[in-house]
């Protein structure tokens, strides 16, 4: 049986992964352009801008929430102090009633 050396090496070849994905190296990075340092340090700068804006944008907001939440506490606190005042308005109704009722 005489076996021809290529086909032998395209058989064996088969299951085998391309050499781009044993080294981790992913198929895209491998013809990947380059960046001169300049604009490197550009899109470093325009990123970095970028994160501080919306950095401010969230502390802006944190602000924002802890106003509402501040709020939200004050009138909840309000609230209940009125709940209060009207439970024993009603007490002191109930009260004042008996005594008219016992009046009579």
């Known amino acids: 049986m005489v076996?021809?050396?290529?086909m032998l090496k395209d058989i064996l070849a088969m299951g085998k992964k391309p050499v781009l994905e044993k080294k981790g190296i992913p198929k895209k990075e491998s013809g990947k352009k380059?960046?001169?340092a300049q604009r490197f340090n550009e899109m470093i700068d325009y990123y970095t801008a970028e994160l501080q804006s919306r950095l401010k944008?969230?502390?802006?907001?944190?602000a924002q929430h802890?106003?509402?939440?501040?709020?939200s506490v004050k009138?909840?606190?309000?609230?209940d102090r009125l709940s209060l005042e009207v439970?024993?308005?009603h007490?002191?109704?109930r009260v004042l009633q008996q005594r008219l009722t016992e009046r009579r």
């Open 3 to 6: 076996v021809d050396l290529p």
């Open 66 to 71: 802890q106003l509402l939440i501040n709020t």
């Open 57 to 62: 944008e969230i502390d802006d907001l944190k």
């Open 91 to 93: 007490e002191e109704i």
């Open 75 to 79: 009138s909840n606190e309000k609230a």
């Open 34 to 36: 380059y960046v001169s």
């Open 87 to 89: 439970k024993k308005l």
